[in-house]
């Protein structure tokens, strides 16, 4: 006889909001290249977006570490499905011939500079995306297991170098390799690399905060201990 399905109260708003952190770094953020001065580093240029896509791992560690591997596997495949969507969609919007006036033609040049990405950019943000969260939420899942639920902190800083990694190397190599120059490439990759995992290092009171919440309401502090850990299903 087949287990009841457990509900919870607050997944669903889990996987709304980092969706929506998901879209919203990609398409607002990822048109403008920002700079800061850091100590050490110096100037460096960044996309914009990288201020807010690492909230998506803040995101994956809370559902890996609360519901487990399994229904965190859910939400990526959720996000992954919303890039696609959208990267379809400004295909097609942009490809539309725009009314012959003087403010749609201006316009399309508009929507051309914000959402005109290249295919190469589009593939590399979308594989990227996909390649990094499993990668965080398995090391999440593993290290949970190993410390026996011990030293949150490690767990999700860990997991997010790891996550981080993968997502900033793909992303780079496959968005402009041939494109900048080999040194111009590795630069800019770990410069994103460093600012995104610093993120989940302020970030870490949030998260104890937020994961605590979520234990307590929702009664789960799953263990992935006889998880399937392929990435290619839905089923939890």
């Not at 994956?60 to 990526?76: A, F, M, Q």
Request: aromatic share 16%; hydrophobic share 50%.
């Amino acid at each position: 006889m087949n287990q009841p399905v457990k509900q919870y109260k607050y997944y669903d708003f889990v996987m709304a909001a980092f969706v929506t952190v998901l879209l919203c770094s990609n398409l607002i953020g990822a048109a403008k290249a920002a700079q800061v001065t850091l100590p050490v580093l110096g100037t460096i240029s960044f996309g914009a977006g990288v201020l807010f896509f690492p909230i998506s791992y803040l995101f994956g560690d809370i559902l890996t570490e609360v519901y487990g591997y399994g229904r965190d596997r859910r939400v990526i495949w959720a996000g992954f499905a919303a890039l696609l969507f959208a990267a379809v969609m400004s295909v097609v919007v942009l490809a539309l011939t725009p009314v012959a006036d003087a403010f749609n033609q201006d316009y399309q040049k508009h929507l051309t500079a914000v959402f005109g990405n290249t295919p190469r950019i589009i593939l590399g943000s979308i594989t990227a995306f996909w390649s990094g969260s499993f990668v965080n939420s398995y090391v999440l899942a593993k290290m949970k297991i190993a410390t026996k639920g011990r030293h949150l902190w490690l767990r999700t800083i860990g997991s997010t170098m790891c996550g981080e990694l993968v997502d900033s190397s793909l992303f780079y190599v496959i968005a402009f390799y041939g494109i900048w120059s080999d040194h111009q490439l590795i630069t800019v990759a770990i410069a994103q690399y460093l600012l995104k995992t610093g993120w989940e290092v302020v970030m870490t009171p949030v998260t104890y905060k937020i994961v605590g919440f979520l234990k307590h309401k929702e009664q789960e502090d799953f263990y992935d201990r006889h998880t399937n850990f392929t990435p290619f299903r839905l089923k939890v």
